[in-house]
């Protein structure tokens, strides 16, 4: 497998933050006002204006929102890591569970989502083994329990794609043709075909990712974008190349002691084709641990699960052609 080389990052312009209510925005999404919305470590859902203003909370699932996408019938998708992915009526704040388990068994932690236009929802379960408080074992384990999970409007469940390093991040491709799902402790983006002479099949979208992928989101622009919380670390490349045992001995040291934190803003933009259009690298220092990102008629909002804000800045200029998909294999 052949190593791609990335851009460097081009430094995003101007960062806006604007205040929340509470703490740590996951994910981010934007309403057909132009409001921004994000779910809140307390079990929040936000509304506020573009700007910042005007910030309330519009519900509350009772537990921990990551990922937030549009159901077709205008109700707010929330993966919920405590109860699972959640249909929320923002209307009258009537929580409706639509999975939490798959089965007969629980999901540990529901991640993120995309939503196809007959209301198909295709969605991560990040680990069969670990809650969200302890996804740092997890990854540093390595042992691969996450998987993309399609929700039919039947409400049967289907099992698209296991065996993942931490399944995080999920999106559909525009047309329908595919869908992504991101792989943080993997450092990579896979692909499942749902369309075409290729349907079923699964290849890989991106590999060898300059930082850890997280929430994965459909731009306004069409393109696909990456969130990712941190560079990628040389030393849990070494760890992972141990055997079982002592990986779970680090893990298992490393919730006892300090871990040093590496502050980035890191977000990267995908054509259709694997091509990288953009890198950007915002400002570390004001902001970091971004988790989700949301392109938005030329700007990006950003959440965090560090912060007590939403990060908004400009869409720099894309980046010359990178190609960085990999040939294809099942």
């Excluded at 921990?64 to 998708?77: F, H, I, M, T, V």
């Excluded at 075409?196 to 850890?212: C, I, Y």
């Excluded at 941190?230 to 002691?257: Q, Y």
Aim: aromatic share 6%; charged share 20%; hydrophobic share 45%.
């Amino acid at each position: 497998m052949s190593i791609h080389k990335y851009p460097y990052p081009v430094p995003a312009g101007d960062m806006q933050l604007l205040r929340l209510p509470g703490l740590n925005p996951e994910d981010v999404i934007l309403d057909e006002q132009g409001r921004v919305l994000c779910g809140l470590e307390d079990g929040s859902i936000v509304r506020m204006n573009a700007d910042g203003s005007d910030a309330v909370v519009v519900a509350n699932t009772g537990g921990r929102p990551l990922g937030l996408e549009w159901l077709p019938d205008g109700r707010l998708l929330v993966c919920d890591c405590l109860l699972g992915l959640l249909a929320v009526d923002l209307s009258n704040q009537a929580v409706e569970v639509l999975v939490d388990s798959v089965n007969g068994k629980k999901l540990m932690i529901c991640n993120n989502a995309s939503v196809a236009k007959d209301g198909t929802i295709y969605f991560s379960d990040s680990s069969k083994r670990y809650l969200l408080t302890k996804i740092q074992s997890d990854i540093i384990e390595h042992i691969a329990t996450g998987r993309l999970l399609r929700r039919n409007v039947d409400g049967s469940v289907d099992v698209l794609l296991e065996n993942l390093q931490f399944a995080n991040g999920v999106v559909l491709a525009p047309d329908e043709s595919f869908v992504l799902v991101a792989q943080t402790g993997g450092g990579k983006i896979n692909r499942v075909w749902l369309k075409g002479a290729k349907a079923g099949q699964h290849d890989m979208f991106a590999d060898n990712l300059p930082g850890l992928p997280d929430n994965l989101s459909l731009g306004s622009d069409g393109l696909i974008w990456l969130a990712m919380p941190s560079a990628t670390d040389f030393r849990l490349k070494i760890i992972h190349r141990l055997p079982t045992i002592v990986r779970r001995l680090i893990a298992r040291l490393s919730e006892m002691l300090p871990v040093a934190e590496m502050r980035n803003v890191l977000l990267m933009a995908f054509n259709t084709d694997g091509e990288c259009v953009h890198f950007v690298e915002g400002d570390p220092l004001r902001f970091h641990l971004v988790t989700g990102v949301r392109e938005h008629n030329g700007k990006l909002y950003v959440g965090s699960v560090e912060e007590s804000a939403v990060a908004v800045m400009p869409v720099p200029l894309a980046l010359p052609r990178w190609k960085t998909t990999l040939a294809a294999h099942c």
